[in-house]
């Protein structure tokens, strides 16, 4: 699969400057691409995911809505989308930007409606090696929560908030899963839906 036919080439052109922005970040190696897909790609990728089944989930350190695998979806557009990120042409460019080598992908749709969240974790899970999160909504105001919160740490314990990012509509965040990878998504407080793909490379 052709990665520019989804990819902008903006992206493709800047994976030295992405490689240096994710090894310098703190409190973890993490990178925000922004304007990642075409334009009109990203259209048409959120309002596939709109039309895919969420199962709501909710535990004491969560409360969302999320789909099945997208390894199963019988979406064509999603299914695109799941072949894009675990090709080996895609892969290889995550190296380039991470310099770490992943050679499989799992991929789910989320949903966080007010009043959701995700509490303090740290990802970590045999073989997970790498967090992927492209986001999908638009608008969203640091104000009205929906935040991808990291944590600074001490002797592998979180302390304090570190950095936020608000969901970027047509972005893509990925940071290194590690004993230090602590993040949380803050309490969605507004009436919009934050709609995201994500999941981990293995």
């Given at each position: ?34 304007d990642?897909l075409?334009?009109?790609r ?22 969302l ?57 740290d ?6 090696k ?28 979180p302390?304090s ?17 590690s004993?230090i ?20 490379f293995?």
């Amino acid at each position: 699969m052709k990665t520019d036919i989804f990819v902008n080439r903006s992206v493709i052109d800047s994976k030295e400057s992405l490689k240096k922005q994710f090894d310098i970040s703190k409190p973890f190696r993490h990178v925000l691409v922004k304007d990642f897909l075409n334009e009109p790609r990203a259209r048409k990728i959120v309002q596939a995911l709109k039309k895919e089944k969420f199962e709501e989930k909710e535990a004491d350190l969560f409360h969302l809505y999320q789909t099945k695998d997208l390894e199963s979806t019988n979406n064509k557009v999603l299914k695109e989308v799941y072949s894009l990120f675990s090709s080996s042409e895609f892969l290889e460019i995550i190296k380039e930007i991470t310099g770490i080598k992943a050679t499989k992908i799992d991929m789910a749709g989320s949903l966080y409606k007010d009043t959701n969240y995700l509490l303090c974790h740290d990802d970590q899970l045999s073989g997970r090696k790498i967090a992927y999160i492209l986001y999908l909504s638009e608008d969203f105001k640091e104000r009205e929560g929906g935040s991808l919160v990291f944590f600074n740490s001490k002797d592998k314990k979180p302390t304090s908030i570190a950095k936020k990012y608000p969901p970027l509509w047509n972005s893509l965040m990925l940071f290194e899963v590690s004993p230090i990878s602590y993040h949380e998504v803050e309490e969605n407080i507004s009436n919009k839906d934050r709609y995201a793909l994500g999941g981990w490379f293995h």
